[in-house]
């Protein structure tokens, strides 16, 4: 004969028992937080970007950019990047990923290649800054700008100035010995259009020239 359960059981179960409702219900007061929340955090963000810079948060950048002296004033907490495509008008180097990732706004600085989105435009003072637009001497295409048109090593074109910066970089690194050292400097710049064949041979074919000169 089975026993009936004991009343102690019986309530302790009953504590644990929640209906649809009550999941119904809890999900739409989340909801509601969630939705009430996110406007005043947009909101508190873009109040903080409209407020003035202070004199405090600006520095003087004194560099050259592509053969050219330049005294500027920047907000400091402004990127190269930024500073070179919305003060200057030098929109060779593009903003892809904006982290880092992708090597469409390289430049070089000191001869140097840098990811400009992730570079202080207060560290460049004192510093020569190179720049696609830079490239070219008295307006004949550099090597490496004519054997990428040479070998089609674009598509789409939005990392070509990137992809070129990088270029010169590899080989004025001595990274243009052979194509497993190519690909491996190359490595931090991405083409999504997927030239990377005739990037690589427009290096090899660079380099040769950039030799001679």
Do not use: W
């Not at 903003?95 to 435009?121: E, P, W």
């Amino acid at each position: 004969m089975r026993e009936d359960p004991h009343p102690d059981q019986d309530a302790a179960k009953s504590s644990f028992l929640i209906s649809r409702r009550d999941v119904m219900m809890g999900s739409a007061a989340v909801a509601v937080a969630v939705n009430t929340a996110q406007p005043m955090q947009a909101q508190t963000i873009a109040d903080e970007a409209a407020l003035p810079v202070s004199a405090e948060k600006t520095c003087l950048v004194q560099t050259t950019i592509n053969g050219m002296a330049f005294d500027i004033q920047v907000d400091a907490r402004t990127s190269l990047l930024d500073l070179l495509r919305d003060r200057l008008g030098l929109t060779g180097a593009k903003k892809g990923c904006d982290h880092g990732q992708c090597g469409a706004c390289t430049v070089l600085v000191d001869g140097r290649r840098i990811a400009s989105c992730l570079t202080f435009a207060a560290k460049i003072d004192g510093h020569a800054v190179t720049t696609i637009e830079g490239l070219s001497d008295d307006g004949s295409l550099h090597p490496m700008q004519k054997a990428f048109i040479d070998h089609d090593a674009l598509q789409c074109g939005y990392c070509t100035p990137g992809q070129i910066m990088a270029a010169v970089a590899c080989v004025q690194e001595g990274n243009a010995t052979s194509a497993e050292r190519i690909r491996e400097s190359m490595s931090g710049n991405i083409c999504r259009c997927g030239a990377y064949v005739g990037i690589l041979a427009a290096i090899q074919d660079a380099a040769v020239q950039m030799r001679r000169t």
